[in-house]
């Protein structure tokens, strides 16, 4: 079984001390690759850290969070900036977006950075993974106006309804990330993504937070994005493997375009 993770912080603190370990459960079960999103400028080095352990299988995506933007962000986007243009291989700009979940005060803030990263992305032939949280239509104003045949990205955690994912796949260079929700009883997105094509889907966790079931409620980690691709398996009615095939082909179309498949026989 071939896996890839593409929207988790293993770098996060909330490892301390048992990095190596947890990222090494995650390639025992078949995981590949595990693709980081940045958060902010205290981020980065962490980040860069675990890359360098592991620079063919931990890959680092260059953004600044929404949640991490505030009246300060005309001061701190081009310090991001400056990551992005340093040499290091990056493979998004990422994670970016809108947050109106904790807070609304700087939504201006959070929709200038959003178009400001978009543009980054553009200009460099990188894709975008995008964060949206109580903002869906405020992403989407903006995406209707962004997008075009060049872009393409990832809605990381989708947890919104059938016409929204619709609309995202409408544009055509997008896929849809699914993580631990799909496998809570009562979230609903499972009969969302029972409606789609495991052709717009990726796979992710998000660690350390929204770990699956059954390990609601403690921290996540890279591993458990089998448990993922287990219920993505039973929506689809595919095997596991298969789901992680079609998943990891989806997820290099956006991330390594370029990528030459070796076929196992």
Not at 236 to 252: D, M, P
């Amino acid at each position: 079984m071939r896996l890839i993770d593409t929207h988790s912080h293993i770098y996060s603190e909330a490892f301390e001390g048992e990095h190596e370990a947890m990222i090494q459960r995650a390639f025992d079960l078949g995981v590949e690759k595990i693709y980081m999103p940045n958060i902010d400028l205290d981020s980065v080095d962490a980040m860069k850290k675990i890359h360098d352990m592991y620079p063919d299988r931990c890959l680092m995506m260059m953004g600044l969070h929404p949640c991490s933007v505030d009246a300060n962000v005309k001061e701190v986007l081009p310090q991001i900036k400056a990551f992005l243009e340093d040499g290091s291989d990056y493979y998004a700009v990422g994670e970016i977006g809108i947050d109106l979940y904790w807070d609304k005060t700087h939504l201006a803030e959070q929709e200038w950075a959003f178009r400001e990263q978009i543009q980054w992305a553009k200009d460099r032939s990188l894709p975008i993974v995008i964060h949206c949280r109580d903002a869906f239509d405020e992403i989407l104003a903006i995406m209707d106006e962004v997008n075009d045949d060049d872009l393409k990205g990832i809605f990381h955690c989708f947890t919104g309804g059938i016409e929204q994912a619709k609309h995202i796949l409408g544009y055509g260079g997008f896929k849809l990330g699914i993580g631990g929700v799909v496998t809570f009883k009562n979230a609903g997105l499972d009969k969302v993504v029972g409606q789609l094509s495991m052709d717009d889907l990726v796979l992710e966790t998000d660690a350390p937070y929204l770990a699956p079931h059954p390990y609601r409620g403690k921290r996540n980690e890279a591993a458990y994005v089998k448990e993922v691709a287990l219920k993505l398996a039973d929506i689809f009615g595919k095997s596991v493997e298969e789901v992680g095939e079609i998943s990891r082909s989806n997820a290099l179309s956006i991330f390594e375009p370029n990528h030459k498949e070796i076929e196992s026989n």
